[in-house]
């Protein structure tokens, strides 16, 4: 204890043991390295000052809470400090001038700007260093207290003035309340730390030095209230020494530094040390955020997409700017734009165009399928019909994203298409390493990644949420148009009431009274009683008298109106709700190529379609060219039959309408001749090919030469699509040469076959599989007579003379028919072989056994019966070997 109050002497008369012995000129920077090295003065030098009165001396002070106390880079408080720097620093100058005691002068100021502090190095005389120092320091405070304090960066005069006893730093070292006091030397005790450190601050506590190891200085932590106070113990204690015995021979020196609340890499260390703890933690946090925060955004953004909030040609600025711009001087013609659906032209789709608008009247309970062949106006069918409704549609364009070349393309295209965002799909690959490495790590996938499938449906799901929020959104914008035109037809009774009564004479402005007053003494104004019939201008009409009389008929009367009202604003009501729902297109719903990421794809889209017409949340509309993919589609919503609607090519009459109008309006005025309008027939009321004959019209063809020039670009996607360019890529059809050939063969002679007649000869031998790969690729079209296959016919109108012209080529033919011939020849040949076969061995069988087991007759019926068809077998041989020898002499003739 005696030794402690040693100390505290000690450290009170400190700057009479200690020099303050560095000096530098006024700082330019802020950033720089500065000494006050405090050094211990011998018996010798004490002796000197003590004779040499007239040396001044220097010092240097400490004031702090001049600039914000910077707790890292990312501190933005002291570019405010930076602002005022030059402000703050002329005004402390000012303040500390005022002290004259001791020939007391301000050398230099140093901003430090990271312990939120100033260094002011200052001049003296005296003889008595320890006792001018506390009487400069004693009167720099009264001074500054009695002008309004310390200058500060917020305008509040918090700070203080402080005595440096130690060694001055700038180092990139920021402040923390935790203050780590290493003794260089013996340790220092907790009470005599204590009374050091207590004049800066309220301390929390003290942690007492722990054993280090050799070479290591120990240190004590002290925790400071405020970080104002670690930061003067810190730039005034810094490296001061301190004598632990009477005589001074012992001394310790402090090293003061920041100590960080949080020990360096203590968190990496927990978290390599816990794993299998930390990652699920991690990763349900990452889900949490996730579907918390982005999850809503996504479905804003769905319904924004729904609604056209991000599209500019939607708003109300762009359509006025439009219409008194652009429209008023564009002279193109809009009768060319004439749907395929207008009066007049495809007369035949009205059955179909009403089915649909039935479907879209109605609560949707299941899913409306629209097929067709390409081209026969599927798509423009359903956006006249929407356009004319007034309907949002949100279309899926499957064939778009079956063109994806990854799982993630796919993903981010489907997000495109329906509004979903933001979307990452480049996660799920860190995912899948992610995955990987916890294997290694924990010994199981962390469950992060997530399958094609998985992806899909979370996207479908989300989007769905948004079609339901569009929903309610639309419902609520209808129901409060309806509201205020209600308003409206109530308030046009009541005018239309007040206007009667005015004409009446039987009403009267009660603000004319205000001006003109009342009573009988007034002109204008009238008196208080209310107005009766009896007081009316003119005589009421007979109508007028009889419902007067009769009240309860009109009682009766209003009665049945308001009922009528009542059941007619129900079914509007019903009627709302069901045009407020958004409907949902999913085209080019096709299974044809794509491999198994698009049926993948397919499934997906069917199950949330089925979904979506389940809950009613939208009308789902699925187009498809192939009758087909509807079987998908029917084991999404397996308990409801699906609404089909069927589209055909129109007949000749439509086509060479629709051909003639589409020509008049881009300004062909033109008369077909009954050779041209036969030409026109070959093309029948396919769509597409249609367009195409106007488009090679317009650009100078005649239709000959235009119907000519579709048939042979038909020849040559028909030779590449059903026979392949090559042997290598004929294996790879799904059918073989000898299949596609018999057909076009039979097809060019007749429009249509017999299925089934088709499907038990050669070569199909009952396969179907051959015959609906044909069909999805349109080579073909299947009939049906009471949803059983019937009729084979071309899949498209002018598919029958591409035939024809395929036919027709002597080369292909021939070389077709040989190949066909052999097939047919060995078939034949294994007919004869097995037949020779089993007549060998019916002989062993005869001659085996006796005459009375009546075996004679068996084998010699089943004898005949071989040899019967090894007869036929042998001649269609024959006959097949001498035609393949003509095609032979006529490729031999054959130069091209």
Known sequence: MHQSRHLLRSLAAGPSSHRLATSRPLASTRHRRHYAGSVQASASEQQALSIDTTEPSEGWLWVDSVFPVRLGAWDIRSYIGYAREETLLERLRSLL???????????????????????????????????????????????????????????????????????????????????????????????????????????????????????????????????????????????????????????????????????????????????????????????????????????????????????????????????????????????????????????????????????????????????????????????????????????????????????????????????????????????????????????????????????????LDVVGKGLSRVNVSHHKQRERRAKDAQLQEVRAKEDEALRELIEQGLWHDGRIDALCGNGVMSELGVGVERFTYADADVRRSPAVQAESTDEKEKAAEGQKQLDEAKQQQQRADEVQNIESMPVVIIKNFDSKGGGARKEELLNVLAQWAASLADGQVAHVIVVSDNRENVKRIARALPSKPLNQVSLSDADNASAISFVQQKLKDSGVDVKFTQQQLAYIDRLGGRASDLESLIHKVRSGLTVEEAVDDIVVRGVSELRKNAFGDDIEDAKNLPWTREQAWILMKQLSKQPEISYHDVLMGFPFKGDEMPLRNMEHAELISIGTINGRPSTIRPGKPVYKYVFERLVQDPTFQATQDIAFNEKVIASSNAIVQACETELVTLKDVDAGTSSWLGSNSAVEARASYLLKKMRAAQRKIDALERENAQLKKVLAKTKN
């Open 97 to 459: 001038s005022r002290v004259k005691s001791h020939e007391f002068q301000v050398v230099s100021l140093e901003p430090h700007g990271k312990d939120g502090g100033v260094f002011v190095k200052f001049k003296y005389s005296a003889q008595e260093r320890d006792s001018a120092l506390q009487s400069i320091l004693h009167e720099l405070r009264e001074s500054v207290h009695s002008h309004g304090g310390v200058p500060s960066w917020c305008g509040l005069s918090t700070g203080e003035v402080w005595l440096v006893k130690g060694l001055l730093e700038d180092m990139d070292r920021y402040a923390t309340p935790i203050l780590k006091v290493a003794f260089e030397g013996p340790d220092i005790p907790e009470e005599s730390l204590y009374g050091l450190l207590r004049p800066y601050g309220v301390i929390s506590n003290i942690t007492p030095p722990s054993p280090a190891p050799a070479g290591v200085l120990r240190a004590a932590t002290v925790n400071f209230r405020r970080l104002r106070s670690a930061t003067t113990a810190r730039n005034t204690v810094h490296a001061v020494q301190v004598p632990l015995s009477p005589n001074g021979q012992t001394i310790t020196t402090l090293r003061t530094s920041y100590q960080k609340p949080i020990a360096a890499h203590a968190v990496r260390d927990y978290v390599t040390s816990h794993p299998k703890l930390f990652l699920p933690v991690l990763f349900f946090l990452i889900g949490t955020v996730t579907y918390t925060i982005f999850d809503p955004i996504r479905v804003l953004m769905v319904e924004g997409k729904m609604e056209d909030w991000f599209d500019y040609r939607q708003s109300a600025v762009y359509k006025w700017l439009r219409k008194n711009t652009f429209d008023r001087f564009s002279f193109a013609s809009t009768d060319s734009d004439v749907p395929l659906g207008s009066e007049g032209v495809w007369k035949e789709r009205q059955d179909a165009e009403e089915a649909l608008e039935k479907y879209l009247t109605d609560l949707p309970s299941t899913i409306c399928f629209v097929h067709g062949p390409q081209g026969s106006g599927k798509t423009r069918m359903l956006s006249s019909l929407l356009k004319e409704q007034g309907r949002k549609a949100m279309v899926i364009d499957v064939g778009e994203l079956s063109k994806a070349g990854s799982d993630s393309a796919l993903v981010s295209g489907l997000a495109n298409q329906t509004g979903y965002w933001p979307v990452f799909s480049f996660l799920n690959s860190v995912n899948n390493l992610i995955d990987l490495a916890s294997v290694g790590v924990i010994g199981q996938k962390a469950g992060l990644s997530s399958s094609l499938t998985d992806q899909l449906k979370q996207i």
